[in-house]
Every structure is written in structure tokens, then in C-alpha cells.
């Protein structure tokens, strides 16, 4: 059981390049989330998904879209890089009715 | 504002002993509170989970309490082992028709040979 997977792993990206990151889950979850994690902060909330077919923005929003392509999968696209967007990328899911949220390993981006 | 804070920031400490880490939030409406660890270069992974009528809970060497007065909660890790090094997170979430998760900076622990 995979649980909540994401890639890539790493990605170094220069000032206006573009990216999508990738996340699925195989627990038939219904919410997904999407957060980075920065130094001295708690994760913030950029995206999320209540169910298939609906995205709503966070905390942390700006320069950042999002698609639930189905119920598996939730990516993360970043249109025009920049500098401010390093940081370490956790996509989570939730179950319907369930408290816990799982996250996946982390993409840890770069913009140079 | 709903917000969590953690303390100490860091800690280190000799394996075999006991530490304990502080939890305090103003979080409304509340739901539940949940420790996580956090392997360097890992995602979270839940520890426990205290609901409001829940005072203390066990799992294995980390006991939680929760004092839902005073808002705060605490995590106390027994006979600490070198695989404990982590870094520690309390998450409170608030359920008031979207379900939200408010996550502390959390309490690097780093447990020395």
C-alpha cells in the first residue's frame, strides 16, 4: 500500500520556468491537500480539494494552480517560478469523515 | 487568529532519558489535536490524536495530554531512543464545515549516543 506518493522528489527550476508536481493517492481519499514547508513555519495550506471536481485556495495561494484530474490525483503547477516558491512541497489526502491527514514524502524545490 | 505554538524550538538530549514538548493553541472552533513526526526529509506521520474529552493517551514511549481549559498540550517521549530524533508537530483541527488542519513550527528533537 503506497499510500500518498509524489514526484519528483527533487527539482531545481530557474527564475520563470514552469512545473507541475504530481500526487496520488491510492486510499480512495476524498480531500487532498497541497502545503509547503519552510524553515522556522508551520506548513501552509496553498490549495485544496473537498472532493473530485472542486479546488479551493488556502492560505498561501498566489503563483500557484491546481487540477484534481480524478479522485487519485491532485497536481501542483507553478506557471512562472520564482525565487520565493523554494521551499518543501507535502501533498496530503484525508478520508471522508476521518481526522487523520497523510502526507507523501515531499517534493523539495529549488528556484535559482 | 487561530494559531499554534510550540516550545522549546529545539532540544537535545541523551538517549534513555525523558523530554517533553509544549503544545498551546487558540484554535476555535476546536476539533482535535494531533502530534506528528516528522523524519528529516519525510512527510508527517500521526503519533496520537486527543479529542476535547480526552486527557491523556498512550502510544508505546510518547504519552499526550491535553488540557482543553488552558489549551494547551504536551507530548512526553519515555526512554528516548537515537530513532526518535525527529522533528515533532502539533496540528489542531477545526472542523466548521471545511475541515482545516492549523499546524505549529514544531520542536526539533535531536537524541545523542
Known amino acids: 500500500n503506497a499510500g500518498v506518493t509524489q514526484t519528483p522528489k527533487f527539482q531545481v527550476l530557474k527564475t520563470g520556468q514552469s512545473m507541475t508536481l504530481q500526487c496520488a493517492q491510492d486510499?480512495?481519499?476524498?480531500?487532498m491537500y497541497w502545503y509547503r514547508q519552510d524553515p522556522g513555519m508551520g506548513l501552509r495550506l496553498i490549495y485544496y480539494?473537498?472532493?473530485?471536481?472542486?479546488?479551493d485556495k488556502g492560505e498561501v495561494p498566489n503563483g500557484y494552480n491546481v487540477s484534481r484530474l480524478n479522485k487519485r490525483e491532485f497536481s501542483l503547477r507553478l506557471e512562472s517560478a520564482a525565487p520565493s516558491q523554494t521551499s518543501v512541497y507535502f501533498c496530503?489526502?484525508?478520508?471522508?469523515?476521518?481526522?487523520?491527514?497523510?502526507f507523501g514524502q515531499g517534493t523539495r524545490l529549488t528556484v535559482v | 487568529k487561530n494559531q499554534v505554538e510550540q516550545s522549546p524550538q529545539s532540544l537535545i538530549i541523551l538517549e534513555g532519558k525523558n523530554c517533553t514538548l509544549q503544545?498551546?493553541?487558540?484554535?476555535?472552533?476546536?476539533?482535535?489535536l494531533r502530534w506528528y513526526k516528522q523524519d528529516t526529509g519525510r512527510g508527517p506521520v500521526s503519533l496520537t490524536i486527543?479529542?476535547?474529552?480526552?486527557n491523556t493517551k498512550s502510544n508505546g514511549r510518547y504519552t499526550a495530554t491535553l488540557d482543553a481549559d488552558t489549551k494547551q498540550s504536551s507530548l512526553h517521549i519515555t526512554a528516548s531512543q537515537l530513532s526518535d530524533s525527529a522533528s515533532y508537530i502539533c496540528?489542531?483541527?477545526?472542523?466548521?464545515?471545511?475541515?482545516?488542519?492549523?499546524f505549529g513550527t514544531g520542536t526539533r528533537l535531536k537524541v545523542l549516543a
Open positions: 486510499m480512495n481519499h476524498n480531500s
Open positions: 480539494s473537498a472532493s473530485e471536481g472542486t479546488t
Open positions: 496540528v489542531v483541527s477545526q472542523n466548521s464545515g471545511t475541515y482545516k488542519y492549523i
Open positions: 486527543m479529542t476535547f474529552s480526552e
Open positions: 503544545c498551546n493553541y487558540t484554535v476555535s472552533p476546536f476539533s482535535n
Open positions: 496530503a489526502s484525508r478520508a471522508r469523515g476521518g481526522t487523520e491527514a497523510f
